[in-house]
């Protein structure tokens, strides 16, 4: 699954996965604004920030073409742009969307596959998103897997079932068994959350999650944020004011 | 072959999620600002109180609608259809905490699998995690007891895809993505189609968990003001049939495209700090279908206000 | 030598009132190990979540001397420490080391000494190198393992094991065994692997319908509630 791969990715030592989450996030959306505020010049401002991203990616060790491919998520929905753009008789237009939003992709996966998503939630508690919501992402991330292989354990059962059923089972029949596949995956999703209560509980949980580690902003994140700050808009401004 | 283009085509209609690069800098900037003040209120009304108690049960619950949309449910002549979840959420776990859910499902899709931009979040948030989730409990809230219980849920679910839809579409056509009137219309079918099974979906699984055990099915609460929901709901149906009148203009969209994309080339940005110089696009449409919007989102500001009035001095 | 678990006529109803326990009367001495047989609903679990409060019922629970209320949980969800069936849903933080430590994070420690205590248990389960990965990828018998360990960093009194064979298999039971053995801890294990209660057990205790129905040495209890199945398919063999 696509996830796995991710968390093994973002399990990595080298320089840019040992770099603070604050410093990558700020990074981030730095990037991403000026790739989407960016009209002018856009094949060349685009070549520039993929060969950063591209760069970023062989200096962390992440397997390029895995992470090109895996970026490739929004394509379908760009082309699909791409085509009415190009209907509408803008073709420039799809281009761009085309290309602003692969970059986009690009750039976020640059990030998750070089940060354990635990330790990027903790990093963006700090720029003061609400610790409730970031804990409850915590814990959809942990048992997402866990859940997604229940779900196809049952999509199997049942359709081993209906194949056997094959001239019994109509469509109603079948749609709603499906109903019925989902509505117990909820009540075992939901014991489990009591589950995982109890042994909350049972090991003295008071009411807040502690965390083990801290995160410790040092002089190498500061030249690093400084550095990927810069470089996008430099870059951009460079390519821009050339005649 | 048909059904499978069908099918693909049904997948992208009922997920709405935006990709960074799509919305002009006003609309995604702007929708970040208003979701920030609504995560935190609804992230407040789910925690009660300090108690973090219930993150596991929230997280496990995001979980699950995570791996439901995942699955077939099989809809005839060979396609099949998948859960959203907005409305079962809001029915089974109430209001502010589907919404908190849906939050979380909406940051783990954009930074995990890269499926909705970051910039955009605000904008996927408000449309499927805050209005759209709202949109799928009000009929259940206002209908939710009596004979009507079961049209109430299909309503809920039809109503909470459509509502993020046609949010997700309104602020795309803002932000001057060109979009012929066929393609316009070809969508809002999709969307509808993907709204009815929604609902099915959804009422189905609602029948089945209370086969299973009933306590999980709340009752609507209550004590609501029906006057204020009923409020509610016309104003979020008004705000997606005045668009939907809007759209439909019919030299509209196609002026909007080519007018937008001249008035991009205008509103270029000079500098390549973050500041910028919003340039809305020239159009005289667009003016009168934005001041439509916003006079609208004014009224049910309005009506929301009075309505709490009148809930409060009748509870008294 | 005052017992660590006394329980006098625990009675307890389920919300929709069906009776989960009719009148339990359980004793525990320090250095014991425990087996809990009964067939599935009989309110062995049922029971053993009253011991460290997860569960309110009527009578008397005492664990150390406390009696199982309110104002006594913090301490006495430090003394009794279970390991649930299910390891997946008790090590639900993002990697071992975080999940281990945090009972001890629990109680008041520090951090320092937390993640020092988290690692002594690790080690003391065989799991210290597996610190930093996240939960989800060990296998069932790393998982337990890590449970245990979750559960000794509070440096409990009891020890309590809800079914902790399934799921794994032989050498997993065996190292299981293993590792329970060199504890000290007084030990309930509830359990349906009979040869496994017979390796670790002094005495069993049989459950029936939410009431113990007899007590006494492990072949004993087992012979006389026929639950000697394996035993006797084992003896037939040539």
């Known amino acids: 699954m696509h996830h796995v791969v991710l968390e093994r990715w973002s399990r990595g030592a080298s320089v840019l996965h040992r770099r603070d989450p604050r410093a990558k996030l700020a990074a981030l959306v730095v990037f991403l604004i000026v790739l989407a505020t960016a009209h002018r010049d856009l094949a060349a401002v685009g070549a520039a920030m993929f060969l950063l991203l591209a760069g970023a990616l062989v200096w962390a060790r992440i397997p390029l073409a895995g992470a090109l491919a895996r970026a490739a998520v929004v394509l379908p929905f760009s082309l699909l742009f791409v085509g009415v753009c190009w209907l509408a008789g803008d073709p420039a237009r799809g281009a761009a969307l085309l290309l602003k939003s692969y970059l986009s992709a690009l750039a976020v996966l640059t990030v998750v596959s070089t940060t354990p998503l635990p330790l990027l939630l903790r990093g963006m508690e700090s720029v003061g998103a609400p610790r409730f919501l970031l804990m409850v992402a915590q814990f959809l991330y942990r048992y997402l897997f866990v859940i997604s292989e229940e779900a196809q354990h049952m999509s199997k059962a049942a359709a081993s079932r209906g194949a056997t059923l094959r001239g019994a089972t109509s469509g109603s029949e079948r749609f709603h068994a499906a109903a019925g596949a989902l509505a117990v995956l909820f009540a075992r999703s939901y014991g489990r959350a009591e589950d995982i209560h109890r042994a909350m509980l049972a090991r003295g949980f008071l009411g807040r999650f502690r965390t083990l580690h801290t995160l410790r902003f040092g002089r190498a994140d500061g030249v690093f944020l400084a550095l990927a700050v810069l470089a996008p808009v430099a870059l951009r401004a460079a390519i821009e004011r050339m005649p | 072959m048909v059904a499978r283009i069908f099918e693909s085509c049904y997948l992208e209609a009922s997920r709405v999620h935006i990709y960074d690069g799509f919305l002009s800098t006003p609309v995604w900037a702007a929708m970040d600002v208003v979701a920030v003040p609504a995560v935190g209120y609804v992230v407040r009304r789910a925690q009660r109180g300090f108690d973090e108690a219930r993150v596991p049960l929230l997280g496990v619950m995001g979980a699950f609608v995570f791996a439901a949309q995942m699955i077939n449910i099989p809809v005839g ?240 | 030598m005052a017992p660590l678990v006394e329980v006098r006529n625990l009675r307890f109803r389920y919300e929709d009132g069906t009776p989960a326990l009719n009148g339990v009367d359980f004793r525990l001495e320090a250095g014991e190990t425990v087996a809990l047989l009964g067939p599935n609903g009989s309110g062995k679990t049922t029971f053993v979540m009253h011991l460290n409060g997860l569960l309110e019922g009527e009578g008397a629970v005492e664990v150390c001397g406390l009696p199982v209320e309110k104002r006594n949980l913090a301490a006495i969800r430090r003394k009794v420490g279970i390991v649930f069936q299910d390891s997946e849903s008790q090590l639900f933080m993002p990697t071992v080391l975080e999940d281990v430590a945090f009972g001890p994070l629990n109680l008041g420690m520090s951090r320092e000494r937390a993640e020092e205590v988290a690692r002594a248990a690790l080690e003391t389960v065989g799991m210290g190198a597996a610190a930093g990965r996240p939960p989800y990828h060990l296998s069932a018998g790393e998982k337990k393992k890590v449970a245990i360990a979750g559960i000794l960093a509070m440096e409990p009194e009891v020890l309590v094991l809800d079914e902790p064979t399934t799921f794994l298999d032989p050498p997993g039971q065996r190292a299981l065994a293993g590792l329970l053995n060199h504890l000290p801890q007084a030990k309930i294990l509830v359990t349906h692997d009979v040869p496994f209660a017979q390796s670790m057990c002094g005495r069993a205790v049989f459950f029936q319908n939410g009431a113990i129905a007899g007590q006494g040495p492990v072949e004993e209890i087992v012979v006389r509630f026929g639950w000697d199945f394996a035993l006797g398919w084992s003896k037939s063999r040539p």
């Open chain 2, 77 to 316: 002549v060979g396609t099949s259809g998948h859960l959203v979840g907005g409305a079962l959420l809001a029915i089974t776990l109430g209001l502010p905490t589907a919404s908190v859910v849906m939050c979380a499902i909406i940051a783990i899709q954009a930074l995990v699998f890269q499926d909705g931009g970051i910039l955009a979040l605000g904008a996927n948030i408000m449309n499927m995690a805050i209005v759209g989730v709202l949109a799928g409990y009000l009929p259940y809230s206002l209908w939710g007891r009596g004979r009507w219980r079961k049209s109430a849920i299909f309503a809920g679910g039809a109503l909470s895809v459509m509502v993020s839809a046609l949010l997700a579409l309104a602020e795309l056509l803002f932000s001057g993505v060109p979009m012929p009137r066929s393609v316009l219309l070809l969508s809002m079918a999709l969307f509808a189609v993907s709204a009815l099974l929604e609902g099915g979906i959804t009422l189905a699984v609602v029948e089945a968990l209370e086969a299973i055990q009933p306590g999980f099915v709340r009752r609507p609460a209550a004590g609501r003001s029906f006057a204020r929901g009923a409020i509610g709901l016309a104003a979020v149906l008004l705000a997606a049939v005045g668009f939907l009148f809007a759209s439909t203009a019919p030299d509209g969209i196609e002026r909007l495209g080519f007018e937008t994309g001249a008035a991009h080339a205008r509103a270029m940005i000079s500098t390549p700090l973050a500041g910028y110089q919003w340039n809305l696009p020239g159009s005289p449409w667009v003016r009168k279908a934005g001041a439509g919007l916003t006079g609208i989102a004014l009224i049910y500001g309005a009506c929301l206000l009075i309505g709490r009035g009148v809930a409060r001095r009748r509870s008294v």
